[in-house]
């Protein structure tokens, strides 16, 4: 008998206080937008000015997995070059030393953009580096598509980009 009420089962209320259900709902909130990761104060990533636009685009063996991501963004460029009238020049990462620098109407990139496609090659960013370098187009705003890889001749294709002192330089 004393055993019996020794051994009593534990009560529960019927429902959680109201305070305890605000802090767990709460909780849940922040841990959702956590893994949400937002991204609280958004730079515009729109190429704005005047002068010839330099598309740099990494189209290297890396490149395949978000390819149509990189041709999306670099038509958007296009788009924005076409509604202000500015030149553009699309520089392949692979071609290194030998892409061509030239600028031309957004229209006609289109097509080369549309052909490119990623090469099962290493790219060649010294080689660009030196070409952009030597290259007597003064470009205003550049836009480089990165795989995200620090690769060998990065740090020279930056410092080739610094030279030129672009009124505005975007990284994607």
């Known amino acids: 008998r004393i055993l019996a009420e020794m051994a009593k089962a534990e009560e529960t209320p019927a ?5 305890l259900t605000l802090l767990r709902l709460l909780m849940a909130a922040l841990i959702i937008v956590a893994l ?3 991204i609280w104060n958004a730079q515009d990533s729109r190429m704005t000015g005047q002068g010839p636009l330099l598309i740099i685009m990494d189209d290297g063996w890396t490149s395949g997995p978000d ?7 670099a038509r958007n460029l296009l788009a924005q070059a076409r509604d202000q009238e500015r030149p553009v020049a699309l520089a392949l990462t692979n071609l290194g030393g030998k892409a061509d620098l030239a600028t031309q109407r957004p229209e006609q990139v289109e097509a080369r953009l549309k052909a490119a496609s990623p090469q099962p090659l290493p790219v060649d960013l010294t080689g660009l580096a030196k ?5 007597p187009v003064a470009f205003t705003g ?5 795989n995200g890889l620090d690769q060998p001749g990065s740090e020279q294709l930056r410092r080739a980009i610094d030279q030129i002192e672009p009124q505005q330089m975007q990284y994607y």
């Open 15 to 19: 429902q959680s206080p109201w305070w």
């Open 67 to 73: 390819w149509q991501q990189r041709q999306t963004t």
């Open 36 to 38: 949400a990761e937002p």
């Open 131 to 135: 070409r952009l370098a030597e290259s």
């Open 142 to 146: 550049i836009a480089w598509l990165s």
